[in-house]
């Protein structure tokens, strides 16, 4: 009841009583410290590939569009609960990977890896959800990946527009995927980029 009064996503609210704003408000709004820490460290990891490569205003766009997805499917799927968190723009994030893959195939060290590990991590995250886990909206985890890889590939460029060097150089040094590069590569990435 408190997060409904607070703005959060409620179906009941939304249909009945035409507010619209709480499919966007609800992303703002949290469960909890840990919650918010999750959401955002999670975030920021995808942020520090994306954001440098497509710009602001793309990203945040992608955010946006992944949030209000997972609301709108979270929303229809399941219209009895009131929910909160920004997991959908997440999973969003995680969707347009797949796009910003193929986008830089060419500036990706290995990107057939890449675009593996990419889909294993979307896939195991979505299935692990899936299974016991109370509280946790997975129709909006689902609709944010559909509406991430929905934008990402509306927005593909085939121009590519800055240093394949920043691209490898954010992918090794980002926690999700260091482990694809050897130490010696990681070195070498952040030497030549500094170079240029």
């Known amino acids: 009841r408190v997060f409904s009064s607070l703005g959060a996503l409620d179906t009941n609210k939304v249909r009945n009583y035409g507010e619209m704003f709480r499919v966007v408000w609800g992303m703002f709004l949290h469960g909890g410290w840990m919650h918010l820490l999750l959401?955002?460290?999670?975030?920021?990891?995808t942020l520090w590939i994306l954001e440098p490569a497509w710009?602001?205003?793309?990203t945040l766009s992608l955010w946006?569009?992944?949030?209000?997805?997972?609301?709108l499917l979270s929303a229809v799927a399941n219209p009895c609960t009131v929910t909160v968190g920004s997991s959908g723009a997440f999973y969003g994030l995680l969707g347009a990977l797949v796009p910003f893959s193929i986008e830089y195939w060419d500036h990706i060290a290995s990107p057939a890896w890449f675009l593996f590990c990419v889909s294993?991590?979307?896939?195991?995250?979505q299935f692990g959800n899936m299974v016991?886990?109370?509280?946790?909206?997975?129709n909006a985890h689902l609709g944010g990946l559909i509406g991430g890889l929905l934008f990402g590939f509306a927005t593909i460029r085939?121009?590519?527009a800055f240093r394949w060097q920043g691209v490898a150089e954010r992918m090794a040094s980002s926690t999700l995927f260091w482990w694809m590069f050897p130490a010696e590569k990681r070195r070498s990435l952040r030497e030549d980029n500094l170079q240029r």
């Open 158 to 160: 085939s121009v590519h």
């Open 55 to 58: 710009g602001f205003l793309r």
């Open 39 to 45: 959401n955002v460290s999670c975030q920021a990891q």
């Open 120 to 125: 294993v991590l979307v896939m195991v995250a």
């Open 132 to 138: 016991g886990v109370q509280g946790v909206d997975n």
């Open 64 to 71: 946006i569009v992944g949030g209000v997805s997972g609301s």
